[in-house]
């Protein structure tokens, strides 16, 4: 008919001894966060279902980004990370893990790089909510919980470092155009793989 589906993937090598994640990620070590351009590529059958369950058309003006439509601003292009990533790896040989915060959201896919005797402790303080997920929250009246379990949050995506290379790790980030922030720490695993201090910055803009 009128639609259809258009996938794509890509085949990398490396060397053993680079595979990620490392083994010696440890108790101790810090998350560092690098953050989402917007929703990404994920939750938009949620964002879907608001947008028309509020009876909004993706031609209106976008309540969180003054000058742009509905549309256009929850298309905003996924960040790619691979080549900041690669020149941190590169030059600091300090990244231990990274997790690509996807589908899922923190929740389900840091753990997936964490060993199974830790837990990561996340900050929510510390992560920057873009505009996006506060209004979507707001319009659906999303618990932080379901947000976190749904959406980025502006997280695009976790690296676990060591304490004493984490300065290292952010500049050559920085210095590479990303907004990075320290945004939790590795723990031995009690519970749940995640566990959250504080308040996620939620609320309709």
């Known amino acids: 008919?009128?639609?259809?589906?258009?996938?794509?993937?890509a085949v990398g090598a490396v060397e053993r001894d680079r595979v990620l994640p490392r083994p010696d990620v440890r108790v101790g070590d810090v998350v560092l966060a690098l953050a989402s351009s917007g929703v990404h590529s994920n939750g938009f059958s949620l964002v879907r279902k608001l947008v028309a369950d509020n009876d909004l058309a993706y031609g209106d003006p976008a309540p969180f980004a003054a000058g742009r439509t509905l549309g256009e601003a929850l298309l905003q292009p996924t960040r790619i990370y691979v080549k900041p990533l690669l020149a941190a790896l590169r030059t600091t040989g300090a990244i231990k893990a990274?997790?690509?915060i996807t589908g899922g959201g923190l929740t389900e896919n840091l753990p997936r790089v964490l060993p199974a005797t830790t837990a990561a402790r996340i900050d929510l303080a510390a992560v920057n909510v873009p505009p996006v997920f506060r209004w979507l929250a707001g319009l659906g009246a999303i618990e932080p919980g379901e947000m976190l379990r749904t959406f980025n949050c502006g997280v695009g995506m976790a690296v676990v470092v060591a304490p004493?290379?984490?300065?290292d790790v952010i500049a050559s980030l920085t210095?590479?155009?990303e907004?990075?922030?320290t945004i939790g720490r590795i723990e031995e695993r009690t519970g749940a793989p995640v566990v959250y201090d504080?308040?996620?910055?939620?609320g309709q803009t």
């Open 1 to 9: 008919g009128k639609d259809f589906d258009l996938a794509g993937f």
């Open 98 to 100: 990274m997790a690509h």
């Open 164 to 167: 004493e290379h984490a300065d």
């Open 175 to 177: 210095a590479s155009g």
């Open 179 to 181: 907004t990075v922030a």
């Open 198 to 202: 504080g308040v996620l910055a939620l």
